[in-house]
């Protein structure tokens, strides 16, 4: 994955560190000069020198020097493949390679850097390049850069950061360009592409900042034009309701970057909540039905805040039939009216005048609805009941106080007749809302009283509530209309006091008593009254004094004392009151005075002077000549009438009642204003005290971005969603209603169609159907295009709307019909292979390059959906995609001949073709759909033409160090061979088809006898490339599965120093990935005594002498468990510790070249191998307690690995004291920095299960001598695999995690159930190989831990697979480990066993569950049991006591309380697998007697059963001995009435048997053997065991029929002696120390 800045030498090692060896120095040098090479087999041609392109005419012309190719191929050894220049190879600087090349992320931002720029193009089709580019790119960076490189400080990582930097502001200014010209008026394909791009270019950057940047380092990171594009896409409403998640994060950055930007969006989004909730209250409320007042109140409250920007007035008069409805019942809950009350009076007393306005006009239009006129026809009903959410204080208050005098006139107006309809409304109501207005009306009337005028209509309707006549009873009581009058008296209008006047004059004269009151009220006395509380000087009360008191308690109380003496001269009291009046001015001596009962004195002296001299009224006029007075009586009379009006806490709910809190004395501004009062005081409510502040500044609706979103959101809101505002016919008329502000442009419809998904794709595949061109057509597959990929950048994983929507829409048949618009139209198929002829090329030149072009996208195409039919499953469409994929194989083939033609030299169209044939020949059997041609002859041919490649580019070129041009070539043919070979194996009639595998020498006639064999094969092995020489090695593997393939191999390896053995030990021991081991014996030459071994001896010898165990033990040291490798020159040791302090840090262990961030680091390339590891990924741990080697030296390195190379060239004449292991065997202590995977140890087992066959002594000696079994079970680590289980389901942080986590926890599953297997073979050769306490213990400890895994969702199919297969080898294993050493290792097993007992029997009861699907796993797990529990029993039978055995398997059964039910559960399992699979009975009717008897009556379910029936023989030998050792388990057998299902099957045998002894030509002598006597044997054997030590069990079968059973069938046991001997063990156990038993068959018994 690395790219070259300069001239550096291609076949540098450094630039393939995907080897899990870390260090591989070329294997196939470059040779100086170059050489022609053959395009097919046999023929000698100049090779083209072109540049690999698909078609390059001029480079076939070009000259260069010409060789023999004999002359290179008639070498001895098909590996010596060029001279190796060991100076040159040796004098290369690692370092300085590296310096020259790039790594991975410098090539991932090398990508951005020079790619972003071209998003600003005008071109779709560039464009969308562009971003495919980058989503991939957008892949590597993920595992490729860490977030840590914003901390770097080292060169490279400055480097790499300032380049960031210029891309994200590139970035951001790309997003601000695309957004800006969507806006403008521009034609709709412009729009559609500007919309498009700005949205893959926003996920794309998203994605991007996700990847690289925390959110808490924005701030100090992030370029303004990016700061800006992120407020463009957070207020875009579409992108975010199509993009949630995607949104979510953009809202996050933004909040780290910019306070004012965020502050805008936050403000946005509350007004576009409110804009939803008030098109939410406008369809609730227009339904028909019953209404959730509660609900509508809520929105209401909430949709006050947009009311200003959307001015949807009608929401007004709605939610003001809402109040009336609220309030007209009586029932209504008290908190509805409140609430209720609340929004009104925000509507009120709003700041907008115009929402003021229209919420008095909708008030008064309710008024006159419900007192007009028109009512007046009507009886007297309830109609009234309508204005009763007006009736209340604080709403008449609103009224009267602010709307009577406000700004607007129209506000006034609608005011003046709301109060002028209630006040002369009377007739119009019913007496309930009379009365509710008077009481309503009393607390306001002295605020309303200020309006009072003789010229006004209003004024005047206002001077009426005072007024009193003989003739009839004013509007208010009497008392308040006395205080009207008298507090009319203070008015600025001398009319109004004039009136006042004739109000009080009645209430004077009819005063009690009058005539004897002073003054005599004749004419001059009235004429005065207008004016006499018209002071010239207010008195000042200063009553709020925030400083501290200069009273004390003490002076207070000694003047209350004097002032109500009464033995103290009057003059003395006097002055005391003074002074009390003084001081109570202080209002923190208010509380003192009240305490000593000094206002109640005060007033009861007021009362005494009044009922002496009079009212005040009349003591007023008395002395109005005395200002002093008149300006103390006339404040005192202030105070009184205007008391009430004082209250705030009356007016506004935010007005604090605390007593101990009492606000100073105040009066509301209204009555300040309006009337002349003769004191001076503080006034309160200037403003409304309902009125609320606007929660959103003008600046913020104009704002176009904000108000584009509002828009937006009403639009979205009020049709109900996107879908439905798109299918709006007319959207102008629908939205004649709205203003101006809230109406969507025809760009903003286009917008939010192309950005809604399914919109956007409903339109591309109408704009298909309706297409008049091919360029229409290729537009809308463009921008279908487009949405899919935006569905991976804004998942990165499972898909989308986009694949959910395409599934919906037919979109197929009109894509198809737009093709066969074609002049000459033809299948797809058809168009892969297209030959013409030499004029055709020549007059047709401008079109091959679209069809080239075609055919690139066409293979394409089918490699994608070849990959989608892998998960067919229909049996027809098996066929029918089985059909195409063998079409598509013979077209491939013959475009694969096309493409090879000698007229022209295309690489990448070869190379495509081949990779297009890896996908055809994936799935076994592709080549059996053909119905014309045989499917081994379409094997040969593939095996033709694909040898015919490989031999072009690979062997006739000495591998690709002489042509690094077909790497690619290469690599995809070798996979085809490897997929070919397994359908011949699949497809050929016979075993001959090895030799069509061979390769020849020559392609001429006198030459062609001599073959080369699979010697070809060889140099795949030690490719520079992994990936060509893992799939190699799979070849071989696959051909050597049989016997003449064995053969072939070892012959083509005859002049390789050690053969074929040699090579692949000597590939193994050099830490190269493989498993492949051949099975024929090499022929190696001894130095020594000069003759040659075959078969073991050879074996045994290459073993030694190349240290093969020694070299095994150091690999399973260097394991390592991880998921990613190291940096080129660091240790495994350093790596494993930098790995393990990153255990619980997933961010912290994601980056290249994190661990020396000063040193230019390398990446590793993902391997097709399941034994390379994966680079770059977080692991969740190592197994750190593994010793870690140090690197050795670069030079040991380089020259081990060209010793190998030199080996492998060399044949034995010229192999001297020099081999392939010698080099090895010099660096074996050097701990070589290679890194081993648990795949590769995994190939190790099963090569150790091999050898231990082959040679079991010496095998088991090498195991033991270097404890190499110990080392490989500690590898066994159960927590990672758990916890990578737990990590593949928890949310990672990116989606290829998951796969990787599954690749790992596959690979370390494979490995415990390899080395399970070779465990269970050392088991069977030689016991004391794994009886050994330094193995035993550790290993069965893992072994139960990994039998304990559990998961509560489902793990998939193919780790399912994995897990149950793992299961099953440690099952067999275990197995095998009692079975060979019972005595000895059942203490082990079950001391390890209790610590997991439930997790494991829960683990065994799921594969007893499993029997149908996995029936493997229920027979290793049920043997496993039954060998378990019969050790158990033999235990227990020898009465061996051992106190350090603790707890035995009879205590974990039977007395355990832990794991009681869980005991419970496994047996109630084996019992019903037992008794279905023996009588067909259904697991729900065991319990069920006669159901059971009527099931064991069925002769079908007898007849069509075999008692050979593997599970039910499995079943009965885990039933036995746990009905022997486990009181549970024979607890559940009587529970599960087994006694009587057992006798029931007895009894039906004994018919059976009568029934065959009656049939003619039988014979009365059974066998033994026969089924029937099996299992009669079982059952009785199955009742022994229940009876055994179980007298519970044995009561129960004294009612049943076992007497008479027994009885009926001793004929047929007399015939028998094993039945007679078990028949005699179930009654000696059954009468054992069980009396009632014996005395029951005693009868019985004398009888016989």
């Known amino acids: 994955m690395y790219m070259y800045k300069g001239a550096v030498s291609q076949n540098s090692s450094v630039s393939y560190c995907q080897d899990a060896r870390r260090f591989s120095p070329s294997q196939n040098p470059s040779p100086g000069g170059s050489s022609p090479r053959p395009s097919v087999i046999g023929r000698t041609g100049q090779r083209p020198r072109g540049d690999g392109q698909d078609w390059d005419a001029a480079s076939s012309s070009g000259s260069s020097s010409h060789a023999n190719v004999n002359s290179r191929i008639s070498v001895q050894s098909p590996l010596d493949i060029g001279h190796i220049d060991l100076p040159e190879l040796e004098s290369e600087d690692t370092l300085e390679l590296q310096f020259q090349q790039l790594s991975l992320p410098q090539f991932c931002v090398a990508i951005l850097e020079y790619v972003v720029p071209l998003l600003r193009t005008g071109s779709r089709r560039v464009t969308m390049k562009v971003l495919e580019l980058l989503t991939e790119d957008l892949l590597l960076i993920v595992d490729a850069v860490s977030e840590d490189v914003w901390e770097d400080s080292s060169l490279f990582g400055l480097e790499l950061k300032e380049k960031l930097l210029g891309i994200l502001d590139s970035l951001g200014e790309t997003i601000l360009y695309h957004k800006n010209n969507t806006d403008s008026e521009q034609p709709r394909l412009v729009i559609v592409h500007h919309r498009m791009t700005f949205l893959s270019v926003s996920l794309f950057t998203i994605r991007l900042l996700q990847t690289l940047l925390p959110v808490e380092k924005a701030s100090s990171v992030l370029p303004e034009s990016l700061l800006t594009a992120l407020f463009e896409i957070s207020v875009d409403m579409p992108f975010s309701l199509e993009y949630p998640n995607i949104h979510e994060s953009v809202v996050a950055y933004l909040e780290q970057m910019n306070s004012e930007n965020y502050s805008i969006y936050k403000q946005a989004a509350e007004a576009a909540y409110s804009i939803e909730c008030s098109c939410n209250f406008m369809t609730d409320v227009r339904k028909e039905g019953e209404k959730n007042f509660i609900d509508l109140l809520e929105l209401a409250e909430k949709a006050l805040k947009s009311l200003p920007y959307h001015q949807y007035f009608n929401l007004l008069q709605e939610f003001i039939n809402i109040c009336s409805d609220i309030w007209k019942s009586a029932q209504v809950s008290p908190v509805l009216q409140a609430e209720s009350q609340k929004v009104l009076l925000h509507l009120l007393s709003h700041p907008m005048s115009n929402i003021r306005t229209e919420s008095y006009h909708s008030c008064l239009k309710s008024v006159k609805e419900c007192l007009g006129i028109h009512n007046a026809i009507k009886p007297v009903s309830s109609v009234s009941y309508g204005i009763h959410f007006l009736l209340h204080p604080k709403v008449l208050y609103e009224i009267c106080s602010f709307g009577l005098q406000d700004s607007q006139n129209e506000v006034c107006s609608a005011a003046k007749f709301i109060l002028m309809y209630l006040l002369q409304g009377r007739l119009m109501m019913t007496v309930v809302t009379w009365n509710k207005f008077i009481e309503a009306l009393c607390p306001v009337v002295p605020v309303l009283q200020g309006y009072a005028d003789t010229e006004e209509h209003l004024g005047n309707c206002i001077l009426t509530l005072s007024e009193t006549t003989a003739e009839k009873d004013g509007i208010l009581p009497r008392t308040a209309r006395l205080r009207a009058a008298l507090r009319l008296l203070f008015s600025r209008k001398p009319l109004v006091r004039s009136v006042a006047l004739k109000h009080l004059k009645f209430h004077l004269t009819l005063e009690e008593k009058g005539n004897l009151k002073r003054p005599l009220l004749h004419g001059t006395i009235l004429s005065s009254i207008p004016n006499l509380f018209i002071v010239e000087k207010p008195v000042e009360l200063k009553l709020a004094d925030a400083r501290e008191s200069v009273f004390k308690a003490e002076t207070v109380e000694k003047l209350y004392e004097i002032f109500i003496s009464d033995t103290i001269d009057l003059v003395l009291r006097k002055s005391a009151a003074e002074q009390l009046a003084v001081i109570m001015q202080d209002s923190k001596m208010h509380d003192i005075i009240k305490k000593m009962g000094a206002i109640d004195r005060i007033l009861a002296y007021c009362g005494e002077c009044i009922d002496q001299d009079g009212k005040i009224m009349e003591f007023s006029l008395i002395f109005q000549d005395y200002s002093a007075v008149m300006s103390e009586a006339a404040a005192l009379l202030c105070l009184l009438l205007f008391d009430e009006a004082a209250r705030k806490e009356m007016w506004a709910d935010t007005v604090s009642c605390d007593p101990y809190n009492t606000p100073p004395f105040s009066l509301p501004a209204a009555i300040m204003r309006r009337y002349h009062l003769p004191v001076r005081v503080s006034s309160h409510h200037a403003v409304s005290p309902n009125s609320v502040v606007l929660p959103f500044s003008c600046e913020l609706w104009a704002s176009k971005r904000v108000s584009d979103m509002l828009k937006m959101a009403w639009n979205l809101s009020w049709f109900g969603g996107t879908d439905n505002l798109l299918k709006l016919t007319s959207y102008e008329t629908e939205a004649k209603e709205f203003v101006d502000t809230v109406k969507l442009s025809s760009e903003d419809l286009i917008s939010l169609k192309i950005t809604h998904t399914t919109s956007g794709l409903q339109d591309c595949l109408n704009s298909i159907i309706q297409a008049v061109s091919h360029r229409e057509v290729r537009d809308a597959v463009t921008t279908m295009n487009f949405y899919i990929l935006n569905d991976r950048l804004a998942l990165m994983c499972s898909s989308g709307p986009c694949g959910a929507t395409l599934k919906c829409l037919a979109w197929q048949p009109a894509l198809s019909r737009s093709v066969c618009k074609c002049k000459n139209p033809k299948s797809l198929l058809d168009l892969v292979v297209q030959p013409e002829s030499q004029a055709q090329d020549e007059t047709d030149d401008l079109k091959i390059p679209v069809k080239q072009q075609l055919q690139k996208e066409l293979i394409a195409f089918f490699n994608t959906l070849l990959v989608s039919f892998m ?778």
Request: contains cysteine; hydrophobic residues 40%.
């Open 871 to 1648: 998960s067919v499953t229909d049996r027809k469409d098996i066929e029918l995609t089985g059909y195409f994929r063998t079409e598509l194989a013979l077209k491939l083939l013959q475009y694969l001949r096309v493409t090879d033609a000698p007229h022209f030299y295309g690489l990448p169209s070869l190379e495509r073709t081949l990779r297009g044939m890896v996908h055809v020949t994936a799935l076994p059997g592709w080549s059996s759909y053909s119905v014309t041609i045989e499917p081994f002859t379409i094997c040969k041919k593939y095996l033709a033409g694909l040898l015919e490649v490989i031999s072009s580019f690979y062997v006739e070129w000495g591998g690709n160090a002489m042509s690094f041009m077909g790497k690619g070539v290469t690599k995809t043919t070798i996979l085809c061979l490897l997929h070919l070979s397994h359908e011949m194996m699949a497809q050929a009639p016979n075993l001959d088809w090895i030799s069509l595998w061979f390769l020849p020498y020559d392609g001429r006639e006198e030459q062609s006898l001599s073959r080369q064999g699979l010697a070809w094969l060889i140099p795949l092995w030690v490719d520079r490339d992994p990936e060509v020489k893992f799939t190699s090695l799979a070849i071989g593997s696959a051909l050597t599965s049989f016997e003449a393939g064995c053969f072939a191999l070892a012959e083509s390896c005859r002049n390789i120093s050690g053969g074929l053995w040699g090579t692949v030990i000597n590939i193994l021991l050099d830490k190269s990935e493989c498993s492949m081991v051949r099975r024929e014996g090499p022929c190696v030459h001894d130095e020594e005594s000069g003759v040659f071994l075959t078969g073991k001896p050879a074996l045994l010898a290459l073993l030694y002498h190349c240290h093969f165990y020694e070299h095994l033990n150091e690999m399973v040291k260097e394991c390592y468990l991880g998921r990613y490798t190291f940096d080129l020159h660091c240790s495994l040791e350093d790596s494993l510790a930098t790995e393990k302090n990153n255990l619980n840090d997933l961010d912290e262990s994601i980056s290249f070249w994190r661990i020396h961030s000063s040193e230019s680091q390398s990446a590793s390339s993902h391997s097709t191998s399941d034994t390379v590891i994966i680079s770059s990924l977080p692991s969740l741990g190592c197994v750190s307690e593994i010793p870690a080697p140090t690197s050795p030296p670069l030079g040991i390195i380089r020259d081990v690995l060209v010793n190998r190379l030199i080996a492998q060239g060399q044949s034995d004449r010229t192999t001297t004291a020099s081999s392939p292991c010698d080099s090895q065997q010099s660096v074996i202590s050097s701990h070589q920095c290679a890194v081993v995977t648990p795949p590769l140890l995994s190939a190790v087992c099963s090569l150790l299960d091999n050898l231990l066959i082959v040679t079991p002594k010496d095998t088991g000696i090498a195991l033991q001598r270097l404890h190499i079994l110990t080392a490989l079970s500690s590898l066994i680590n159960p927590g990672l695999i758990e916890r990578c289980i737990l990590e593949m389901k928890a949310p990672l942080p990116r989606p290829s995690h998951v796969e990787y986590a599954k690749i790992q926890v596959l690979s370390l599953l494979q490995f415990v159930s390899s080395l399970s297997q070779l465990l269970q073979s050392c088991m069977l050769i030689d016991t004391c190989l794994v009886m050994q306490d330094e193995l035993l213990m550790p290993l069965l400890e893992n072994t139960f831990v990994v039998l304990s895994l559990r998961s509560k969702d489902s793990l998939g199919f193919e780790l399912s697979a994995a897990v149950h297969q793992t299961w099953k080898d440690l099952f067999s294993f275990l197995a095998i480990l009692l079975r060979k050493c019972g005595h000895t290792s059942l203490p082990f097993v079950a001391a390890v066993l209790a610590k997991h007992w439930t997790a494991v029997i829960d683990t065994v009861c799921k594969c007893i569950c499993l029997s149908a699907t996995h029936p493997d796993l229920y027979v290793a797990c049920l043997q496993f049991l039954a060998i378990l529990f019969c050790e158990e029993g033999k235990r227990e039978l020898c009465n061996i006591e051992d106190t350090s055995y603790h707890p035995t398997m009879a205590f974990l059964l039977n007395d355990d309380v832990k794991s009681q039910l869980s005991v419970a559960k496994l047996c109630e399992l084996i019992i019903q697998k037992m008794v279905t699979s023996l009588l067909g009975v259904p697991p729900e009717k065991i319990n069920q007697r006669h159901q059971v008897a009527e099931e064991a009556e069925k002769p079908e379910n007898y007849e069509g059963k075999s008692f050979e029936d593997v599970l039910s023989r499995v079943a009965a030998s885990a039933l036995l001995p746990l009905l022997a050792v486990s009181k549970t388990a024979q607890k559940c057998a009587l529970e599960a009435n087994l006694i009587e299902t057992c006798l029931e099957q007895m009894k039906h045998i004994h018919a059976q048997l009568n029934l065959d002894s009656l049939r003619p030509g039988k014979a009365v002598q059974r066998k033994k053997d026969d089924n029937l006597s099996k299992e009669l044997k079982l059952i009785m054997q199955l009742l022994r065991n229940c009876f055994f030590r179980n007298e519970a069990c044995k009561a129960a079968a004294l009612g049943t029929h076992l007497v008479s059973v027994l009885h009926s069938l001793w004929p047929w046991l007399l015939m028998d002696d094993s039945l007679m001997q078990t028949t005699l063990h179930l009654l000696c156990v059954y009468t054992a120390n069980f009396p009632p038993g014996g005395t029951y068959f005693r009868p019985f018994l004398y009888c016989k």
